[in-house]
């Protein structure tokens, strides 16, 4: 018999005292549903315990889907996976009964106007694989860890499918953030696929796009850019740079059986030393087939202060001229990694209106109140999805700064959260002591 935590009965005393004194909140409106342990392959969250998912009902009128992946960054190292292994980033033992949905799984149609009749569902995260692994069995070699998040994915979907209806819908959406956003970027073909080309199947990968490739004159594209201090020194490298220098050609081994959810072209396209190129969203993102709408800052901070770049978050005076200009050089990396959006470069051409954007030039992890020309990008999305054709023009939005010969270019958009501190090069305060959302 599964064992629920305690935790959920303090927060529905907590939700029926302020119902009692009538201050408006709202219920949790999206049901916890745990996977069958019968659910085979996968269905475990890195400590063994069931995977499952949070779901809302749509209207009888609907036959609309909105599926949003949980991000929460990831773990490559046995100290770093067993440490969220007693977390709910490792286990559904700490998850609550039910959530009130946000964005586009948000039930109240004054906010969410056109998706607030979709059946929504949202897919916790809990095997800090990006979504991706296909390994359903423990080892040492996995430090006794399950690391399934692509095998829970598909029998959340079998689920799906069987019970909610999934089969029978017109129209799925399939979208998440940081890591969840990693995991709608790889799982979109495969949703399509196991749907079948009946079913409209889209993507809206937010804060997803890792890693942009090096510029010219840095490491060769496959790669991240150089990290900051190599910058900095004159050097080029990164973590990645240097675990496939040591291994000297030989293979990188594949924990979490990540591999069997690539694209077979594009790991035909690399040598088999390199299948791990097609992991970054630089390469992997043109041999994606289904429709996207990219959402991903210029300056992810997730990525130029935590994951990649490990710039100073607190720099001293003698290092903000080095931390604006790497800041910089990320920015220029991203758009000139994107570009390949703007320019329809995908092995297989997608139909009218083609794949979507929009890129704030704003030292940030996530968009989502950030605009751009006054434009926020859900009513695009939502334009862009149903393919109404009324805001074509912003179905591409790449913000671009006004800089003045020899100043570099740095994160220009006008929200407050965007900017980089021009005296203490600081970044933003909601970033400096937490990692990724």
Known sequence: MKIRSTIPLFHLGVTLLLGFLGTGV???????VGLPETTSPGGFCMDGSMAGYYIRTGSDTSSLFVIHLKGGGGCSTEIDCLARNGTAKGSSLLWEDSITGDRLLDGDCATNPDFCDATAVHVPYCTSDGH?????????????????GHSNFAAIVEHLIATSGLGDATDVLLTGGSAGSIGAYFNVDWLADRLGSEINVKGVPNAGWFNPGSLPGDLEEIFAPSDYDRFTA??????KYDLIQELDGAIIPDRTKVKNLLSSDCLADYAPNEWWA????????????????????QYDTNQIFWTQGFVPKNPDQSEVDSVERYIEMWGKATRASMQQILDNDTKTPKD??????????CLSHGTFSTSIDGLTWLPIVRDWFFELGEMTESYRLMESCSVKEGELELPCNEAKHCTLNPVT???PSEFRNSKSP
């Open 26 to 32: 709202r219920a949790g409106d999206m049901t916890y």
């Open 132 to 148: 991706l692994g296909t390994n359903t069995e423990i080892s040492d070699d996995t430090w006794g860890l399950y690391f399934d």
């Open 234 to 239: 004159g050097d080029k490298g990164n973590l």
């Open 278 to 297: 097609c992991t970054s969203l630089h390469i992997a993102y043109r041999y994606i087939k289904t429709p996207l709408f990219n959402i991903h800052s």
């Open 352 to 361: 009218s209106p083609g794949d979507g954007i929009f890129s704030t030039s």
């Open 425 to 427: 090069s600081q970044v």
